[in-house]
């Protein structure tokens, strides 16, 4: 269950009841020391090891001296984090952008001006408190096995159709995200249902056919390349496309309907301890678009407003209060229910 | 405190003073009026947020449930980036949203927002809640949909607003400043020009002052003309009180002389006779003496309204000398006229000039021995020269510039009684017309030369 707003304030109760230091969960955590070590930057991260250890090292490397202790946790646990337990750190980074948006307004984060502002989008800031570093578009990933090279549908109609008329070879073979686990997945849908109504019908078909739910994209993905999955349904395109590139029998398509784009952010928690380094961070990951090396070594696409002017079909997630009414409870449950309702059906 | 002694000063420091508190007023008022624009623009936005949660209100199986629109709160980030924060309560328990957002403004009318600014996580907020009634039940449930939001946005507008106004208050105050030199300066011409026009008057110039005067200035014209001709006629009367008094000092002491004389015929004894004579110098002398005060006098009133009325020097010298020529006959002088012929023009007044020649032909006269010659010369260069030359003792070697100040004589004339008034009127009446007495020696080597220098046009 995707943790709401007032169970994440009873987890807080509760844990400050049994004076658990850290009821969030944590990953993965890996502490890159700088010798001689002048300060240390602490950061929250949803992003995998794999896709940030290139930009924390080079980051090093432009600012010797800075140790870094670098923790992977989940979206939500993100938030849990720093929303509910107060955890220090320097730096919350997280794909996230409703979550993220709703630290910003509630007062979680703090204004800094990155010196390469002049340069970035007005959408990729947002309050002077957060920094849009990454514009990530979902994709659907299809299996060779099942799709030869340019024949997988191209929009989510064609797909409806072609799962409709399908269903035994597809079922059991389609994935998606698990929303009410994976904070982008929520994301992701919550943007789709609000895009178009072909979401719900699109979920619909997929719960007739058995759709396998995931937590994360790099799951989903190794499924689809080792072929247990046909096809898997709004996986974050900057993984799949290291995965393409390193793995054969995959192909990663582009719906032409619209594909919605996520910024993953940046932004420096009000109880940040170092913000100079925090601040040196954000400069250097917003200016992420100088450094080509970098983008190649960790995937992550750069903001780039032309790529977004160029194809009208990408649809990049707009930073406001808006993005506050699909974390409001009612909504949330709402939204579950009807998403329960759509995926999870009582197999015939 | 002091008064400002320049009109234009005042002028200029009550218009600019008015100027400021203009420009002030305008910056109060286009930032007041601005500020509650923003913040109306705010809270319709708010109202209108508001009312989509409101009217997205619906009942559920008994329940108050909500289908909180995307456009409700993403509407409040179109104008602003602001921090958004809302709340819907039914029947006082809240449904949804930040339950700790403040509620101390709640409505009481069904559909009519109010507002109110609190603060509310560090920052001032303002929000709107309107009174919902939803038929969950067969009762009915109350449900206050409350929207917040932060007013950074509406700050940095006011602060735009209030640099803006400023900028324009402050460039207004500056127009206006300059304006108001100008307008000062305009007012006071008319002031200015009647100052100029009396300043370069003569001094003696006591016409009215003609000429358009503003309205304000017209009483002081008036009383600057008034004044003006009480002055004329106070001038006019001591004219006439001079040549009352001349005539009044002379004409009894020419009696007195008539009479002296006649009885000097009738006396025998040669010291009553003595007696006599000396009575009639006397008398001469005192006639003579009044005679030059009241020319003096006369010059010195005239010198102030120096007439220029056309006249001919020439028959001015000879008039002048045909009057004297019976005392020079006493002593067997012969007074010589040199002068060009036909008449000399010149510009002057008569009186003067006549009263002028008269004393130096007298002294002349007086200082000449007998059965010598005076000659009256006129000369004409470039200035117009007319000296009278004798064959007396001259001057000698004394400063001749003293001689001519009032009352002064020349040191070798301790024998001759006179009043030392002489050469002063002839001066004073060269300076009068421009020009200068000169006092030399005769070319001759003895005797003294006084010549008038006019300026001859």
């Given at each position: 269950?995707?943790?709401?707003?007032?169970?994440?304030?009873?987890?807080?109760?509760?844990?400050?009841?049994?004076?658990?230091?850290?009821?969030?969960?944590?990953?993965?955590?890996?502490?890159?020391?700088?010798?001689?070590?002048?300060?240390?930057?602490?950061?929250?991260?949803?992003?995998?090891?794999?896709?940030?250890?290139?930009?924390l090292l080079a980051f090093q490397a432009d600012n010797p001296g800075i140790s870094i202790d670098y923790t992977i946790t989940g979206t939500t646990d993100?938030?849990?984090?720093?929303?509910?337990?107060?955890?220090?750190?320097?730096?919350?980074?997280?794909?996230?952008?409703?979550?993220?948006?709703?630290?910003?307004?509630?007062?979680?984060?703090?204004?800094?001006?990155?010196?390469?502002?002049?340069?970035?989008?007005?959408?990729?800031?947002?309050?002077?408190?957060?920094?849009?570093?990454?514009?990530?578009?979902?994709?659907?990933?299809?299996?060779?096995?099942?799709?030869?090279?340019?024949?997988?549908?191209?929009?989510?109609?064609?797909?409806?159709?072609?799962?409709?008329?399908?269903?035994?070879?597809f079922r059991g073979r389609v994935g998606t995200y698990d929303v009410r686990r994976s904070g982008f997945g929520y994301l992701m849908a919550t943007q789709d249902s609000r895009t178009s109504e072909t979401y719900w019908r699109l979920m619909e078909v997929m719960g007739r056919l058995d759709a396998q739910l995931y937590c994360c994209s790099g799951d989903m993905i190794s499924d689809v390349a080792s072929g247990k999955l046909a096809m898997a349904y709004n996986v974050l395109g900057s993984y799949a496309a290291s995965v393409v590139a390193a793995t054969e029998g995959v192909q990663i398509v582009e719906l032409?309907?619209?594909?919605?784009?996520?910024?993953?952010?940046?932004?420096?928690?009000?109880?940040?301890?170092?913000?100079?380094?925090?601040?040196?961070?954000?400069?250097?990951?917003?200016?992420?678009?100088?450094?080509?090396?970098?983008?190649?070594?960790?995937?992550?696409?750069?903001?780039?407003?032309?790529?977004?002017?160029?194809?009208?079909?990408?649809?990049?997630?707009?930073?406001g209060p808006g993005l506050l009414v699909f974390l409001d409870q009612l909504?949330?449950?709402?939204?579950?229910?009807?998403?329960?309702?759509?995926?999870?059906?009582?197999?015939p | 405190m002091k008064r400002p002694a320049s009109i234009r000063k005042r002028l200029f420091y009550q218009l600019a003073a008015v100027a400021a508190v203009l420009s002030l007023a305008f910056v109060l008022v286009v930032r007041g009026v601005a500020s509650r624009a923003a913040e109306g623009?705010?809270?319709?936005?708010?109202?209108?947020?508001?009312?989509?949660?409101?009217?997205?209100?619906?009942?559920?199986?008994?329940?108050?449930?909500?289908?909180?629109?995307?456009?409700?709160l993403s509407m409040l980030g179109t104008i602003n980036e602001d921090r958004v924060f809302y709340r819907i309560t039914v029947n006082d328990g809240t449904l949804t949203g930040y339950a700790d957002l403040p509620a101390n403004n709640l409505p009481t009318r069904l559909d009519t927002p109010v507002f109110s600014t609190e603060v509310y996580r560090g920052d001032e907020v303002r929000l709107t809640s309107i009174l919902r009634r939803v038929s969950n039940t067969a009762a009915g449930s109350q449900v206050v949909v409350t929207v917040a939001?932060?007013?950074?946005?509406?700050?940095?507008?006011?602060?735009?607003?209030?640099?803006?106004?400023?900028?324009?208050?402050?460039?207004?105050?500056?127009?206006?400043?300059?304006?108001?030199?100008?307008?000062?300066?305009?007012?006071?011409?008319?002031?200015?020009?009647?100052?100029?026009?009396?300043?370069?008057r003569?001094?003696?110039?006591?016409?009215?002052?003609?000429g358009e005067a503003p309205t304000e200035l017209t009483p002081l014209v008036d009383a600057l003309n008034s004044f003006m001709a009480r002055l004329r006629s106070s001038l006019s009367r001591t004219e006439d009180l001079i040549t009352e008094a001349a005539h009044r000092v002379r004409t009894p002491l020419a009696t007195v002389r008539t009479q002296a004389e006649v009885t000097h015929r009738k006396l025998n004894k040669p010291e009553h006779k003595q007696a006599i004579r000396d009575m009639i110098r006397a008398i001469d002398e005192s006639s003579r003496s009044a005679g030059q005060i009241l020319d003096h006098a006369m010059v010195t009133f005239r010198a102030d309204s120096?007439?220029?009325?056309?006249?001919?020097?020439?028959?001015?010298?000879?008039?002048?000398?045909?009057r004297l020529s019976p005392t020079a006959e006493l002593k067997d002088i012969a007074l010589l006229m040199e002068q060009p012929d036909g008449p000399v023009p010149f510009k002057g007044d008569g009186i003067m000039l006549q009263a002028a020649l008269h004393n130096i032909l007298d002294n002349a006269i007086k200082y000449s021995p007998e059965d010598s010659d005076i000659s009256v010369r006129i000369e004409i260069n470039s200035v117009l020269r007319l000296s009278v030359t004798d064959q007396g003792r001259g001057f000698g070697d004394m400063d001749l510039a003293g001689l001519t100040s009032r009352y002064s004589r020349g040191a070798n004339v301790g024998d001759v009684v006179g009043s030392g008034l002489g050469l002063t009127i002839a001066d004073e009446v060269a300076r009068a017309h421009g020009g200068q007495l000169e006092l030399s020696h005769s070319e001759e080597g003895q005797g003294a030369c006084v010549s008038l220098i006019l300026p001859y046009n």
């Open positions: 269950m995707r943790v709401t707003h007032f169970t994440l304030q009873l987890i807080a109760a509760m844990s400050l009841w049994v004076g658990a230091a850290q009821a969030f969960e944590i990953e993965d955590r890996q502490v890159y020391t700088a010798s001689p070590e002048t300060s240390v930057l602490h950061i929250i991260s949803t992003a995998d090891r794999a896709v940030f250890e290139p930009i993100l938030m849990k984090a720093i929303y509910e337990e107060d955890a220090v750190f320097d730096l919350a980074i997280s794909s996230a952008m409703d979550l993220q948006t709703k630290l910003a307004n509630d007062g979680y984060a703090q204004s800094y001006i990155p010196q390469s502002a002049p340069e970035l989008p007005d959408w990729a800031i947002w309050r002077d408190q957060l920094f849009a570093f990454t514009q990530e578009p979902a994709v659907m990933v299809v299996s060779d096995k099942y799709f030869d090279k340019g024949t997988a549908p191209q929009t989510r109609d064609a797909l409806i159709e072609l799962l409709r008329q399908n269903p035994e070879k032409t309907d619209f594909m919605n784009v996520m910024l993953r952010t940046v932004l420096i928690p009000s109880s940040a301890e170092n913000v100079p380094d925090a601040r040196a961070m954000v400069d250097f990951l917003t200016s992420l678009r100088r450094y080509p090396e970098l983008v190649e070594a960790s995937g992550l696409p750069p903001l780039d407003t032309a790529a977004l002017q160029d194809n009208p079909a990408l649809r990049p997630i707009r930073f909504k949330e449950e709402k939204f579950l229910r009807s998403w329960e309702n759509s995926i999870l059906q009582e197999l | 623009t705010q809270d319709d936005i708010l109202a209108a947020s508001a009312t989509a949660i409101a009217d997205s209100l619906t009942s559920e199986q008994g329940e108050v449930t909500l289908e909180l629109p995307y456009s409700a939001q932060t007013r950074s946005g509406l700050a940095a507008i006011s602060r735009r607003i209030t640099i803006t106004a400023t900028g324009v208050g402050l460039l207004f105050f500056l127009l206006a400043t300059t304006l108001s030199l100008l307008a000062a300066n305009s007012a006071l011409r008319p002031l200015n020009r009647m100052t100029g026009t009396v300043a370069r003569g001094p003696s110039d006591l016409r009215p002052v003609t120096l007439a220029l009325d056309p006249l001919d020097l020439a028959t001015l010298v000879t008039e002048t000398c045909d």
